[in-house]
T-cell receptor, first 113, second 112 residues
Framework: DQQVKQNSPSLSVQEGRISILNCDYT??????FLWYKKYPAEGPTFLIS?????DKNEDGRFTVFLNKSAKHLSLHIVPSQPGDSAVYFC????????????FGEGTQLTVNP | DTGVSQNPRHKITKRGQNVTFRCDPI?????LYWYRQTLGQGPEFLTY????????KSRLLSDRFSAERPKGSFSTLEIQRTEQGDSAMYLC??????????FGEGSRLTVL
């Protein structure tokens, strides 16, 4: 069963505009959520995280929003830059101590100059 | 470079052969994870170690797969009698007790 789902396989935006990547989850035990970015032939790189006690976390151009009642989170990138073009994975874990991360399928973001 | 290191980066083998991958985590990280990623999918959890103890194994980890972390530092993932379905990117990650995982660049396996 796919506990973390990213329904959009791809997203294309213009440089300078906002990119919004979405993620849904089904496991109500998840309490820690992360976004990773992956370039071809490299491992995933951590981007930003949010605990379930918060509904928003911001780091520079990246903001993650969590809607626990809807079991939905989103990543906003503003302004988008061509270097942001990569595959973005949403991940979640239940409990913060040693728990595995469950990943979504990923969304390919392309930022056009 | 103090990141997670994986070797080899790419392995091509014939069906039925055994392969072994090595992962050197970030030195102060006591938790080490193995994931597998196939095209168009996100990383799938295989197994995880806390120090030298293997604490969790996914049902994806068939009896042809074995992982070790003998001294709580580096880890190896061995696949015996490889099958074409084993072709994937094998990712290693490490972290402290909490927080984000730090991934290596992966070891790509191609089984002919």
């Amino acid at each position: 069963d796919q506990q973390v789902k990213q329904n959009s396989p791809s997203l294309s935006v213009q440089e300078g505009r906002i990119s919004i990547l979405n993620c849904d989850y089904t496991n109500s035990m998840f309490d820690y959520f992360l976004w990773y970015k992956k370039y071809p032939a490299e491992g995933p790189t951590f981007l930003i995280s949010i605990s379930s006690i918060k509904d928003k976390n911001e780091d520079g151009r990246f903001t993650v929003f969590l809607n626990k009642s809807a079991k939905h989170l989103s990543l906003h990138i503003v302004p988008s830059q061509p270097g942001d073009s990569a595959v973005y994975f949403c991940a979640a874990s239940a409990g913060t101590s040693g728990s595995r991360l469950t990943f979504g399928e990923g969304t390919q973001l392309t930022v056009n100059p | 470079d103090t990141g997670v290191s994986q070797n080899p980066r790419h392995k091509i083998t014939k069906r039925g052969q055994n392969v072994t991958f090595r992962c050197d985590p970030i030195s102060e990280h006591n938790r080490l994870y193995w994931y597998r990623q196939t095209l168009g999918q996100g990383p799938e959890f295989l197994t995880y170690f806390q120090n030298e103890a293997q604490l969790e194994k996914s049902r994806l980890l068939s009896d042809r797969f074995s992982a070790e972390r003998p001294k709580g530092s580096f880890s190896t993932l061995e696949i015996q009698r490889t099958e074409q379905g084993d072709s994937a990117m094998y990712l290693c990650a490490s972290r402290r007790d909490t927080g984000e995982l730090f991934f290596g660049e992966g070891s790509r396996l191609t089984v002919l």
